[in-house]
Nanobody, 124 residues
Framework: VQLQASGGGLAQAGGSLRLSCAASGGTFRTYAMGWFRQAPGKEREFVATIDWSAGSTYYSNSVKGRFTISRDNPKNTVYLQMNSLKPEDTALYYC??????????????????WGQGTQVTVSS
């Protein structure tokens, strides 16, 4: 499975950005997709995940109510709509693919494939 993320950039605090991640190759094995982020000097952090079949979602407390994850199954694409951005949202954002149910779905170890990352920078 190959994942291609796009949509990062520079935004002002309070602004919005939308990330996209297109999956190709072996996507019939998709159970869920997720977004993680990593700021300089920090560990990779879970942001959100979406079940590919049912569409159920789960968010980290730090983004709940501000970010929305969604998917377009025919396009094998997952999105992350980020509103009310804060400077602390600045990070490299990664999309990730999960081929099966995993207990540790909020940990990087719970995912099988990763995109290349797209930079999000929020200025104050």
């Amino acid at each position: 499975v190959q994942l291609q993320a796009s949509g990062g950039g520079l935004a002002q605090a309070g602004g919005s950005l939308r990330l996209s991640c297109a999956a190709s190759g072996g996507t019939f094995r998709t159970y869920a997709m997720g977004w993680f982020r990593q700021a300089p000097g920090k560990e990779r952090e879970f942001v959100a995940t979406i079940d590919w079949s049912a569409g159920s979602t789960y968010y980290s407390n730090s983004v709940k109510g501000r970010f929305t994850i969604s998917r377009d199954n025919p396009k094998n694409t997952v999105y992350l709509q980020m509103n009310s951005l804060k400077p602390e949202d600045t990070a490299l954002y990664y999309c990730a693919h999960r081929a099966a149910w995993r207990l540790l779905f909020t940990y990087a170890e719970g995912y099988d494939y990763w995109g290349q990352g797209t930079q999000v920078t929020v200025s104050s």
